[in-house]
């Protein structure tokens, strides 16, 4: 249980080292984009697979998140990532951000999947 614990940790320290690192001018564009998105998604305070639907609901958080968070750190340059560590110690004493605008996003998301399967259904 210790090692799940300080796993969760420490993917939670590189997800804020993410998130000042696609800030910094340093992180080419295309690393940019994919760690916003990747940021942007974990902070968010709504899921794309609500956490209440059994297996599926957690299949975003343990594993598309985690595989999002690898992959931006392997485009970052280690210079960034090393400046970043630094400000996400900081940023992990004082509580962590959320993002509306990406929440708000995957809400629309799911209106616009019920709204369709609502339309389809009275179709039928």
């Not at 958080?61 to 560590?85: H, R, S, T, W």
């Amino acid at each position: 249980m210790n090692r799940l614990k300080n796993w969760a940790k420490q993917l939670k320290r590189r997800l804020f080292v993410l998130y000042f690192a696609y800030q910094d001018e340093r992180v080419p564009w295309y690393a940019k984009v994919f760690t916003a998105c990747v940021v942007a998604y974990a902070f968010s305070p709504i899921d794309l697979i609500p956490d209440f639907i059994p297996i599926l609901g957690y299949l975003d958080d343990l594993i598309l998140v985690p595989l999002g968070i690898f992959l931006a750190l392997k485009m970052i340059p280690e210079p960034v990532i090393a400046d970043c560590e630094v400000k996400a110690e900081e940023l992990i004493k004082n509580g962590k951000p959320k993002n509306w605008v990406a929440g708000a996003a995957v809400l629309f998301i799911w209106v616009l999947a019920l709204s369709w399967i609502g339309v389809w259904m009275l179709q039928r």
